[in-house]
T-cell receptor, first 115, second 110 residues
Framework: KAGVTQTPRYLIKTRGQQVTLSCSPISGHRSVSWYQQTPGQGLQFLFEYFSETQRNKGNFPGRFSGRQFSNSRSEMNVSTLELGDSALYLC??????????????FGPGTRLTVT | GQQVMQIPQYQHVQEGEDFTTYCNSSTTLSNIQWYKQRPGGHPVFLIQLVKSGEVKKQKRLTFQFGEAKKNSSLHITATQTTDVGTYFCAGGFSGYALNFGKGTSLLVTP
């Protein structure tokens, strides 16, 4: 099975711009989660989608949004970029069944640098 | 909030020494997962514990889940240079949320 793929792998943007990151989960996985990883804060949960619905949301401002398509692929968008948004953005997919949390398979991440 | 605290933040050991990282939650967890992230890589799933008091072993790695399901530990016996990386615990709460600790970075010196 192919693993989780994320595009692009690297991105440089300017403050005030917006960015869209893409994630393709493992075939058959319907849950997709997004995390922001920075050296000081570790892995911070952004949101999780299951069957095109946002099921959980972390404590991030409204500038961070996401969506999931019918084929389980997911995108996240960050508008009005700030310097502090520079981070590694990780996507993880999970097989998932109702009422339980399953192991997450992480993609390689998108390294976003905001200048 | 439903936070998971992990200590220590860093650990530097000589090859052959043991290593332990601890994870604590103020609320009861439905399960706990452990991940390893090598430098420059992405987190890779190691194991999931679900039952109170559960202990699981993977070669030199021993994972424990506390009786109250509020804490967990990962112990590595006789570390090797291949053990270098950051170890994360992730606590599962009701409603599918999975909260990661900040991780313990392990450095092993030959």
């Amino acid at each position: 099975k192919a693993g989780v793929t994320q595009t692009p792998r690297y991105l440089i943007k300017t403050r005030g711009q917006q960015v869209t990151l893409s994630c393709s989960p493992i075939s058959g996985h319907r849950s997709v989660s997004w995390y922001q990883q920075t050296p000081g804060q570790g892995l911070q949960f952004l949101f999780e989608y299951f069957s095109e619905t946002q099921r959980n949301k972390g404590n991030f401002p409204g500038r961070f949004s996401g969506r999931q398509f019918s084929n389980s692929r997911s995108e996240m968008n960050v508008s009005t970029l700030e310097l502090g948004d520079s981070a590694l953005y990780l996507c993880a997919s999970s097989y998932d069944r109702q009422g339980s949390s399953y192991e997450q398979y992480f993609g390689p991440g998108t390294r976003l640098t905001v200048t | 909030g439903q936070q998971v605290m992990q200590i220590p933040q860093y650990q530097h050991v000589q090859e052959g020494e043991d290593f332990t990282t601890y994870c604590n939650s103020s609320t009861t967890l439905s399960n706990i997962q452990w991940y390893k992230q090598r430098p420059g890589g992405h987190p890779v799933f190691l194991i999931q514990l679900v039952k109170s008091g559960e202990v699981k072993k993977q070669k030199r790695l021993t994972f424990q889940f506390g009786e109250a399901k509020k804490n967990s530990s990962l112990h590595i016996t006789a570390t090797q240079t291949t053990d270098v990386g950051t170890y994360f615990c992730a606590g599962g709460f009701s409603g599918y949320a999975l909260n990661f600790g900040k991780g313990t970075s392990l450095l092993v010196t030959p």
